[in-house]
């Protein structure tokens, strides 16, 4: 199994610039979730999805922040316009909805994005 | 206002000694707390996971430890190894498969050789 893909691994963009993250699940899993990693607030829930319908999206920081989920295999997160306070790693991940006890979620290797 | 505290940043241990990280959590709604491992360039990955119906869960040098009056659970690691160098992550949910996942801020532990 390729694991959760995410991409691009690195994005450097000037402040105002869109960008788009991107992300595909574990072929199989129906829940997936968007976080973004920062020195002062760790992991941080963005939005996330069951069978890609947007479940919760109270953790997305403003409405410059969107993400979707066409289908089962994809999901993008965008910021248009980006700052320089978006700069995070940002996660995907997926797990299986009712596969098991523990909700253990599967991360993608995350996106670096640095806004300038 | 965070549900799940891990108050050491940092920790360093020497090789071939024990490890142990702590967390809090205030929600007593938690049923399910995970600890996730994380290497510098990677996504978290999963290490071992505490039932609050148990208060304790081993798995080989991994053992997990929930005190669920006192809302605490630890992670030890015996004996630590250099490769157990990471950012680890303490984490809760509430009902099985329901309910996203809430992180603590995560603590890295330096085994020193």
Avoid at chain 1, 32 to 44: A, D
Avoid at chain 2, 10 to 22: A, D, F, K, T, W
Wanted: aromatic share 10%.
């Amino acid at each position: 199994d390729a694991g959760v893909i995410q991409s691009p691994r690195h994005e450097v963009t000037e402040m105002g610039q869109e960008v788009t993250l991107r992300c595909k699940p574990i072929s199989g899993h129906n829940s997936l979730f968007w976080y973004r990693q920062t020195m002062m607030r760790g992991l941080e829930l963005l939005i996330y999805f069951n069978n890609n319908v947007p479940i919760d999206d109270s953790g997305m920081p403003e409405d410059r922040f969107s993400a979707k989920m066409p289908n089962a295999s994809f999901s993008t997160l965008k910021i248009q316009p980006s700052e320089p306070r978006d700069s995070a790693v940002y996660f995907c991940a997926s797990s299986l909805l009712g596969g098991g006890p523990y909700n253990e979620q599967f991360f993608g290797p995350g996106t670096r994005l640095t806004v300038l | 206002d965070q549900q799940v505290k891990q108050n050491s940043p940092s920790l360093s241990v020497q090789e071939g000694r024990i490890s142990i990280l702590n967390c809090d959590y205030t929600n007593s709604m938690f049923d399910y707390f995970l600890w996730y491992k994380k290497y510098p360039a990677e996504g978290p990955t999963f290490l071992i996971s505490i039932s609050s119906i148990k208060d304790k869960n081993e798995d080989g040098r991994f053992t997990v430890f929930l005190n669920k009056s006192a809302k605490h659970l630890s992670l030890h690691i015996v004996p630590s190894q250099p490769g157990d160098s990471a950012v680890y992550f303490c984490a809760a949910s509430g009902l099985s498969g329901n309910t996203p996942l809430v992180f603590g801020k995560g603590t890295r532990l330096s085994v020193i050789a």
